[in-house]
């Protein structure tokens, strides 16, 4: 009799047990889910309610582009970094370009920019430029208007928030549509992402050299 209640007691402690890690997994799942969802709706808002950069015009995108290649920028390069915020990188990085004193302009990640704000805010307070890199650093980021405007604003917003200096610059990820060379050719339609960087208040910038790092 004793053995069948200690099987019996047994048995059911085992299910209680089974039981419990039922739920903490189905609470667990559902409680990530939720701010994984919440996230996603205060993030989407961000991008369509919150003030956005005056539009560049196609006149304003030749004038900038111009200026950095000008006679007076002949012999000057403009050190991009792509990316990130990333530690340790991203501190080793501004050392040396510190230590060099050589300006440098970060084109940060917006979800990076989520996770590190402190690397980005040191970046500002450094002198550093901080600029735009989309949010997901997906390779359809420009699939739509609506998505690029999410990724651009949402980002902008953050960076915004963290530096108080909005970014006006943006560097697609993979150099997306872009290519490699920003310089405008006037006889070449621009290409439908460009367009839409530019509607948004953002200038497109691609790069002569990549390093391929």
Known sequence: MA???HSTTQTVFL???ARRKW???TGTIVGVGFLVISL???LF???FFTSKNKPLSYGDAIQRY???YSAANNKKVALTFDDGPNMPASGKIMDALERNGAPATFFYIG???FLRPDVVRDAAKRGFDVEDHSFTHAQTVD???SRMAFELETTGFLQNNITNDRPTLYRPPYLLGIGVDPTINPYIPLPTDMEWALRLGYLPVGSDLDTKD
């Open 3 to 5: 053995s069948s209640n």
């Open 15 to 17: 299910d209680a047990t």
């Open 23 to 25: 739920y903490f997994r």
């Open 40 to 42: 996603s709706v205060f």
């Open 45 to 47: 808002g961000i991008s």
């Open 66 to 68: 111009h200026y950095y």
């Open 111 to 113: 979800k990076s920019t």
């Open 143 to 145: 699939s739509t208007y």
